[in-house]
């Protein structure tokens, strides 16, 4: 069971990917390695990543054109991409951000600097994963210090429900299914039944409204739950 944000890291030089791999799995990130574009654009079908690391120059299928294809589709377009390239030229930069590239770095790079980047588009998109303060109307989380508190009272969550609660708090508003809970909760390694989402999320609600607070989960018939 784990809540690491995962990074995609698609490369056609092994070496590079493999360096690549290493140091973003010892900063603590889930690690999917792809060789090639068609392979990336497989991975995130497959297991959509919280950040992806582009290579521009890849044989058959480029960077360019992946990271387009993945910025048409609603399903993938808000996944930050992170372009690496050789090409230093401003007009290539202007190239790669205007096709869709959350960020641009160029080869050769600092690999802490990379990862610094890779951090900074976390916090767009995952903000609990990077220790940061989360707040949804009196509802405090804090994930550095695993502290949650209602009210300004704290709560007594289970490694899973403060799990859950973050990733309802990180995007407000929008419904998750039960399998997408599980993938981002429980992970895709373990096998759960989706009934033991419905368990898990009574549980939150229970511990939420102890103190008399409206419940803040809502239960959307059909889809799933959202926080609001």
Known sequence: MTQHPHVLVVEDEAAQREVLGYNLEAEGFRVTRAENGEEGLLCV???APDVIVLDWMMPNLS???????????HETRAIPIIMLSARAEEVDKVRGLETGADDYVVKPYSVSELMARVRA????????????????DDIVLDAETHRVTRNDVALKLGPTEFRLLSTFMEKPGRVWSRDLLLDRVWGRDIYVDTRTVDVHVGRLRKVLTQNGGADPVRTVRGAGYALG
């Open 63 to 73: 960077g360019i054109e992946v990271c387009r294809r993945l910025k048409i589709s």
């Open 45 to 47: 079908a497959e297991d």
């Open 121 to 136: 588009q976390l916090r767009r998109v995952r903000p609990a994963t990077v220790g940061q303060v989360l707040t949804y």
